[in-house]
C-alpha cells in the first residue's frame, strides 16, 4: 500500500532521528592495506571482528555493545547516483513508490485532489521564523510530483552526480537486484563505516573537525532554518565531495540515509547472532507497531547535535518501507565469489 502521504503527519521525524574493533588478523588503523581496488565502483570489504553498537546513552536501540564477525564483501564506494539509477528505470521501466498512482481506496475519507503522487521535501521557514523541534511538520512539507526525477518537485532536475533520493525500501531493493547485488545488513553497514575505528564518536575519529576540517555533509547553524553551510553544502552534496574512510568508501556519514537490509526492532542487538547476523526476522517499533520498517544508517545532512544526533557512530535510524524524503538513498553490496 502507498504510503508517502499518510506517514507525512507522524513518521518524517524517522528520517531525522530518524563499536569498531577488527580481529588480529586484520591491521588496527588506518592503512593503505585495508584498501582494495574498486572493481565496477565496489570496494572490497576485508572480513573481520569487531565490536558492533553504542554506548552512548540517548541510542538505547544501539545497545548492548557485541561482537560480531562478518566475512568479506563487495560494498558501493559511495551512495547509488541518479545517473546509476537512470540506467535502471531506462532498462526496466521501473516506477518509484513515489511516482505511483494513488489507489483512493487505500485512503477512504481523503479528497480525490488530495491523492497525488509526491513526496516528502524538507522545507524550512525563513531564518526569522520561530520553530518548535517537536514539529517536524514545521520543515517537512509533502510536494506533489516530487520524486527521484525531480527532487524538490516538478520544476527541479536530479544532478547526475547526486545521491538518488526519494527512495523507499522497496525502490532500494528493485534497483540491488537488478544490478545482481543487495542491500548490507546493517552489521556490514556498521562495519563498513568504521573502518576499524573503535569506539569514537564519529566515524572518522573523536573530533567534528579534525585540524578544521569537516568529514561529512551535515547541518551547520540552528536547525532547522539557519543552515550556515560551513562544510561548503546546503542540501545533497555530489558523492565524493569528502574523503573516504580507511576502507576507501566515501559519504559513510551524513548526505543522506541509507537502507539496510533488516528489519528494525528496538531490542535486537540483546539477541543478535555473533557471525553474519542478518537481523530479526520481523519488524516491532513499539512507538508505531503497525508499521513494516526497516534500518537506515549514517544520518543525512540534516543531523547536528542540535537536533538529529544520529550520524554518530553505531546509532540506527528506521524507516516504514515505502516511505521515502529527499535525504533517504542507499547504497549496494555484494558476496564474495566462493
Same mark, same amino acid.
Request: hydrophobic share 30%; proline share 7%; with cysteine.
Given at each position: 500500500?502507498?504510503?508517502? #502521504?499518510?506517514?507525512?503527519?507522524?513518521?518524517?521525524?524517522?528520517?531525522?532521528?530518524?563499536?569498531?574493533?577488527?580481529?588480529?588478523?586484520?591491521?588496527?588503523?588506518?592503512? /593503505?592495506?585495508?584498501?582494495?581496488?574498486?572493481?565496477?565502483?565496489?570496494?572490497?570489504?576485508?572480513?573481520?571482528?569487531?565490536?558492533?553498537?553504542?554506548?552512548?546513552?540517548?541510542?538505547?536501540?544501539?545497545?548492548?555493545?557485541?561482537?560480531?564477525?562478518?566475512?568479506?564483501?563487495?560494498?558501493?564506494?559511495? /551512495?547509488?547516483?541518479?545517473?546509476?539509477?537512470?540506467?535502471?528505470?531506462?532498462?526496466?521501466?521501473?516506477?518509484?513508490?513515489?511516482?505511483?498512482?494513488?489507489?483512493?481506496?487505500?485512503?477512504?475519507?481523503?479528497?480525490?485532489?488530495?491523492?497525488?503522487?509526491?513526496?516528502?521535501?524538507?522545507?524550512?521557514?525563513?531564518?526569522?521564523?520561530?520553530?518548535?523541534?517537536?514539529?517536524?511538520?514545521?520543515?517537512?512539507?509533502?510536494?506533489?510530483?516530487?520524486?527521484?526525477?525531480?527532487?524538490?518537485?516538478?520544476?527541479?532536475?536530479?544532478?547526475?552526480?547526486?545521491?538518488?533520493?526519494?527512495?523507499?525500501?522497496?525502490?532500494?531493493?528493485?534497483?540491488?537486484?537488478?544490478?545482481?547485488?543487495?542491500?548490507?545488513? /546493517?552489521?556490514?553497514?556498521?562495519?563498513?563505516?568504521?573502518?576499524?575505528?573503535?569506539?569514537?564518536?564519529?566515524?572518522?575519529?573523536?573530533? #567534528?573537525?579534525?585540524?578544521?576540517?569537516?568529514?561529512?555533509?551535515?547541518?551547520?547553524?540552528?536547525?532547522?532554518?539557519?543552515?550556515?553551510?560551513?562544510?561548503?553544502?546546503?542540501?545533497v552534496a555530489d558523492v565524493k565531495s569528502y574523503p573516504a574512510n580507511a576502507f576507501g568508501l566515501y559519504d559513510m556519514d551524513g548526505n543522506v540515509w541509507e537502507w539496510c537490509a533488516d528489519y528494525y526492532r528496538p531490542d535486537y542487538y540483546r539477541s543478535s547472532a555473533s557471525k553474519n547476523p542478518t537481523g530479526p526476522k520481523d519488524s516491532y517499533d513499539p512507538q508505531e507497531p503497525g508499521l513494516v520498517k526497516r534500518v537506515q544508517r549514517g544520518g543525512s545532512f540534516l543531523c547536528s547535535d542540535e537536533y538529529c544526533n544520529r550520524y554518530k557512530a553505531g546509532s540506527r535510524g528506521k524507516g516504514e518501507i515505502n516511505s521515502a524524503?529527499?535525504?533517504?538513498?542507499?547504497?549496494?553490496?555484494?558476496?564474495?565469489?566462493?
Amino acid at each position: 500500500m502507498r504510503s508517502n #502521504l499518510i506517514f507525512l503527519t507522524f513518521a518524517l521525524g524517522l528520517f531525522i532521528f530518524s563499536c569498531g574493533r577488527l580481529s588480529k588478523e586484520e591491521p588496527n588503523d588506518s592503512s /593503505e592495506t585495508r584498501k582494495a581496488v574498486a572493481k565496477d565502483g565496489m570496494v572490497l570489504v576485508k572480513a573481520g571482528t569487531f565490536t558492533m553498537g553504542s554506548e552512548d546513552p540517548s541510542f538505547a536501540d544501539a545497545q548492548p555493545l557485541h561482537q560480531v564477525t562478518l566475512s568479506s564483501f563487495w560494498m558501493d564506494e559511495h /551512495e547509488v547516483t541518479n545517473e546509476q539509477f537512470a540506467k535502471f528505470v531506462a532498462a526496466t521501466g521501473y516506477k518509484t513508490v513515489a511516482e505511483r498512482e494513488i489507489d483512493p481506496k487505500d485512503f477512504p475519507g481523503i479528497p480525490l485532489e488530495s491523492l497525488v503522487p509526491g513526496s516528502a521535501v524538507f522545507s524550512p521557514p525563513s531564518p526569522s521564523t520561530q520553530v518548535s523541534l517537536d514539529d517536524p511538520l514545521q520543515w517537512w512539507k509533502y510536494v506533489n510530483g516530487a520524486s527521484w526525477k525531480h527532487p524538490f518537485g516538478t520544476d527541479s532536475e536530479a544532478a547526475a552526480k547526486k545521491p538518488v533520493v526519494h527512495i523507499s525500501y522497496t525502490d532500494a531493493e528493485a534497483y540491488a537486484k537488478w544490478a545482481g547485488k543487495r542491500l548490507p545488513t /546493517e552489521a556490514e553497514w556498521e562495519y563498513a563505516a568504521r573502518a576499524g575505528k573503535e569506539q569514537q564518536t564519529y566515524y572518522w575519529g573523536t573530533e #567534528l573537525k579534525p585540524s578544521g576540517k569537516w568529514k561529512a555533509n551535515i547541518f551547520q547553524g540552528r536547525f532547522p532554518n539557519g543552515d550556515t553551510k560551513e562544510d561548503g553544502h546546503q542540501g545533497v552534496a555530489d558523492v565524493k565531495s569528502y574523503p573516504a574512510n580507511a576502507f576507501g568508501l566515501y559519504d559513510m556519514d551524513g548526505n543522506v540515509w541509507e537502507w539496510c537490509a533488516d528489519y528494525y526492532r528496538p531490542d535486537y542487538y540483546r539477541s543478535s547472532a555473533s557471525k553474519n547476523p542478518t537481523g530479526p526476522k520481523d519488524s516491532y517499533d513499539p512507538q508505531e507497531p503497525g508499521l513494516v520498517k526497516r534500518v537506515q544508517r549514517g544520518g543525512s545532512f540534516l543531523c547536528s547535535d542540535e537536533y538529529c544526533n544520529r550520524y554518530k557512530a553505531g546509532s540506527r535510524g528506521k524507516g516504514e518501507i515505502n516511505s521515502a524524503s529527499n535525504n533517504l538513498g542507499f547504497r549496494c553490496v555484494k558476496d564474495v565469489a566462493n
